[in-house]
């Protein structure tokens, strides 16, 4: 079963978006400055809210002037809105969350029902109402704070409530991913630009079957190479990635890896280190320094990792990514009049075994969400 629906209202250029029946594997294709990254960035930004309320979401989201949509004036210009059903853990969630009042100081509406039965029930301006444990009836909350989400009350027991509030958006910096790791990093999760992913891989390499899962996937995707793994440097207790090619008896570190390589390595690191969890995994712009054909076996890697309770979203404006897809994991995206447009590849009865989606796509044959 997939996401049945979600709807994003007021975030930045996206005015007003629907999507249907998403995909585990999603991926928004169109053009720079189309909006791509506004809409993944309004999912970071509804995980955000959930896990620390409104308050500090639109700081780290950088203030109502950054988040806001321009289109929109007077009430709707500070308000930003998400609905989604879905179905988790073997029941049916619909969630609708409305954030007012961004230009001063936020309040939270929202409503949850799970197998159409009301958990949450919380209007602008009146009293919280949820139900803290199964069977029970609705409790008021009449001093819960205007801008925190009563979802965060569920906790990690909401199979929901765990899934909103691990949204992660990836933009890999190669530069900065090749870089040691100091001996205080942080490796409970992979950092968003991948500074930290030599820390994390000495850890998760204690994985047997993760280890073997990067092993196998990297000589797909990077022939020749034989090996890779993580030192502790002696001096200052840092961790820096080594790698082993065929032909070499040496190893060599990371700086002197290809920015692909590199890439491809922070890709590995984070779909298969969050695959087993629930969340959603985006990552922006996989195919930079790619060869066409790793892509598309990076391609099937996140195909075969996704799933409803893990979904892994895409931005791009890669030919060699479209040619890999099917069409119900293709969006295309555009801008008109200064709003983000979706469509559905799906919706344009191409059929791919008589004209592959890249050739299609730059045809125009889905009229729109060309990449120039």
């Known amino acids: 079963m997939n996401i049945r629906k979600l709807r994003i209202k007021g975030y930045k250029s996206v005015a007003d978006m629907t999507l249907q ?105 009146s009293d919280t109402k949820v139900q803290l444990t199964e069977q029970a009836p609705l ?51 992979l950092d968003a630009h991948g500074k930290n992913v030599a820390s994390m891989l000495s850890v998760l390499q204690k994985d047997p079957d993760f280890r073997e899962q990067v ?7 990077v022939p020749g190479l034989e090996n890779v793994s993580t030192e502790q440097q002696r001096l200052d207790g840092s961790t820096v990635i080594t790698f082993k090619e065929a032909s070499t008896r040496n190893r060599f570190p990371a700086k002197l890896v290809s920015d692909g390589t590199i890439f491809v390595l922070c890709i590995l690191t984070a779909v298969l280190s969050r695959a087993k969890k629930s969340g959603i995994t985006i990552i922006e712009e996989p195919e930079r320094g790619i060869h066409p054909t790793a892509i598309s076996e990076l391609v099937q890697l996140m195909r075969e990792s996704a799933s409803v309770e893990h979904p892994i979203f895409l931005t791009t404006h890669s030919e060699s990514i479209i040619r890999s897809l099917e069409t119900s994991e293709l969006y295309f995206i555009s801008k008109s009049d200064g709003k983000t447009l979706i469509q559905s590849a799906a919706n344009a009865n191409v059929d791919k075994a008589q004209i592959p989606l890249d050739t299609a796509w730059l045809s125009n044959l889905f009229d729109g969400g060309l990449p120039w």
């Not at 999603?26 to 990254?37: P, Y």
């Not at 979802?151 to 190669?174: E, H, W």
């Not at 790791?181 to 409970?188: A, E, I, Y």
Request: contains cysteine; positive net charge; glycine residues 6%.
């Open 21 to 125: 029946d998403v995909s585990p594997l999603l991926v928004f294709a169109g053009a720079n400055g189309s909006g791509k990254s506004n809409i993944v960035d309004s999912l970071a930004f509804l995980g955000a809210v959930v896990k620390f309320g409104a308050l500090q979401a639109r700081t780290q989201f950088g203030g109502f002037s950054q988040i806001h949509c321009f289109k929109y004036r007077k009430d709707q210009r500070t308000t930003i809105s998400f609905s989604m059903v879905l179905e988790l853990a073997g029941s049916l969630y619909d969630y609708t969350i409305s954030i007012h009042h961004l230009d001063k100081t936020p309040q939270i509406s929202e409503t949850l029902k799970v197998n159409n039965l009301l958990v949450i029930d919380r209007k602008l301006g």
């Open 215 to 221: 092993l196998d996937w990297l000589a797909l995707i």
């Open 139 to 189: 409790q008021i909350l009449p001093d819960y704070p205007k801008d925190m989400t009563a979802l965060m009350l569920l906790g990690q027991k909401s199979p929901l409530y765990a899934f909103l509030a691990d949204i992660k958006v990836f933009r890999f910096d190669p530069l900065a991913a090749k870089m040691p790791s100091s001996s205080t990093t942080d490796t409970s999760a």
